[in-house]
C-alpha cells in the first residue's frame, strides 16, 4: 500500500484545542496517517518536539513519509497509547504541553481487507491494530463462551440482539468454525429478525465495533491512556479528545468530570475534610462537533465529538 488515504477529523479545532506553543512538547497518541500531526508540526519551532505513537506498524512507516519534512524534533514510536508516561520518559522528558487522542480505526484499517476490520470486505477474522498481538477476532468469535459473547455485544456494541447472535455463533461454530468476515455476517444476518435486518443501518455494523473494542482492548486502554496523559501533562498542559462513539465518550467525559471537581465535602460542612483539589479545567462545556460542510465532505465525521480539558497548575 504506498498511499494511506485517512481523511483527518475535527483537524483545526482540536490543534487550535492543544494551543501549540512553539517551543512545546506535544503527543499524538493516534499517529494515524498524521494528519493532525503535521499541523502540530507546522506550528512548532525547530526546539519544539511531536511525539507520534501508533500501534499499528502500517500507520507509522507512512507517518514517517508524511512528516520528513518536519523541522521540529521528531520522535515516533511503536507503542499502545495505554503506555504513553512510560514512553515519555524512556524519551527523556519529565513532562508534555499537549496530548491528542482521535480514536477509533483510520480509514486504510478499514479498507485494507486483508486486515479483516470490515464487513463490506472478506477476509480472515483479524482486527487487530497491532498485528504482533495474539488476540485475534477469529479467537474470540470461535473460542470465547455465549456468555462472553453476548456480553461485548451487548456492551460495547449496544446490540439489542446480543443473545440470539451469540447464541447463533455458538451453533454455527459447533459444525465448522467461522473463519472470515462474511461467513459471519450472514451468522449475525441469521440470527436477527427479517425486519431488523432491512432497516437501519448493515446489521453486522454493532458486532463488527464490539469484537473490535474487544480485540484492542480499546476502551481499557483508552481509559489507562488518560490517566497516563494526566500523569505526564505539565501546568496549563492540555488534553484534546475525538471519540466516534458514545462509549468512549462517556469514558472521556466522566474522567473529565472526576478530574475538574474539588471539594465534595457536603456543603454544611464548616471546613474542607477531603482535601481534594481538581486537576482539570474542563474547556469544552459541551463538545466540539464537525461543521455540516466537514461531515458532508467525509461521512467518518459525523459521529465525532471534540472534548478539551487543562492541567491546572499545581501549587
Ligand atoms: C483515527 S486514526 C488517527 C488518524 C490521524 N489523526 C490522522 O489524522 O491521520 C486512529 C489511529 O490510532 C491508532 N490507535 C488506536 N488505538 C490505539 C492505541 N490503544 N494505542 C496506539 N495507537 C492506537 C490506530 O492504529 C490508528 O492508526
Redesign the pocket.
Known amino acids: 500500500m504506498n498511499v ?1 488515504l ?1 481523511e ?2 475535527l ?1 483545526e479545532e482540536a490543534v487550535n484545542g492543544l494551543r501549540v506553543k512553539p517551543d512545546g512538547i506535544y503527543v ?10 503535521r499541523m502540530i508540526a507546522e506550528r512548532l519551532q525547530p526546539n519544539g518536539v511531536l511525539i507520534g ?4 506498524q502500517m ?1 507509522l512507516d507512512h ?1 514517517r513519509k508524511r512528516l520528513q519534512d518536519a523541522q521540529c524534533r521528531l520522535h515516533l514510536v511503536k ?4 503506555f504513553l508516561d512510560q514512553v515519555i520518559k524512556e524519551l527523556g522528558y519529565d513532562h508534555v504541553d499537549g496530548c ?1 487522542f ?5 480509514s486504510p ?1 478499514l479498507d485494507i481487507g486483508e486486515r479483516g476490520f470490515s464487513y463490506q470486505h472478506d477476509a480472515p477474522l483479524d482486527m487487530r ?2 498485528e504482533t498481538s495474539e488476540l485475534t477476532a477469529y479467537t474470540i468469535v470461535n473460542e470465547w463462551s455465549q456468555e462472553e459473547l453476548t456480553r461485548i455485544l451487548f456492551e460495547y456494541g449496544e446490540e439489542k440482539f446480543s443473545r440470539r447472535i451469540a447464541k447463533e455463533i455458538v451453533n454455527t461454530r459447533e459444525k465448522m468454525p467461522i473463519s472470515t468476515t462474511h461467513q459471519l455476517v450472514e451468522v449475525i444476518k441469521q440470527a436477527i429478525p427479517a425486519p431488523a435486518r432491512r432497516t437501519g443501518p448493515h446489521p453486522a455494523r454493532r458486532t463488527f465495533q464490539a469484537i473490535r473494542i474487544a480485540v ?1 482492548d ?1 476502551l481499557n ?2 481509559g489507562d ?1 488518560l490517566a497516563a496523559a494526566l500523569r505526564v501533562l505539565g501546568p496549563n498542559g492540555r488534553i484534546a479528545v ?1 471519540t466516534f462513539h458514545s462509549l468512549e465518550d462517556r469514558i472521556c467525559k466522566k474522567f473529565f468530570q472526576k478530574h475538574a471537581q474539588g471539594c465534595i465535602c457536603p456543603p454544611d460542612f464548616p471546613v474542607c475534610t477531603c482535601n481534594q483539589k481538581a486537576d482539570l479545567r474542563i474547556i469544552t462545556k459541551k463538545p466540539i462537533l464537525p461543521s455540516a460542510e466537514e461531515i458532508e465532505r467525509n461521512a467518518r465525521a459525523r459521529s465525532a465529538k471534540l472534548r478539551i480539558a487543562e492541567r491546572i497548575k499545581e501549587g
Open positions: 494511506f485517512h483527518t477529523v483537524k499524538d497518541c493516534t499517529l494515524g496517517g498524521a494528519g493532525h500531526s505513537l501508533d500501534q499499528d500507520a507517518a507503542s499502545n497509547f495505554r491528542l482521535d480514536l477509533g480505526v483510520s484499517q491494530m497491532d484492542n480499546e486502554a483508552f491512556a475525538i
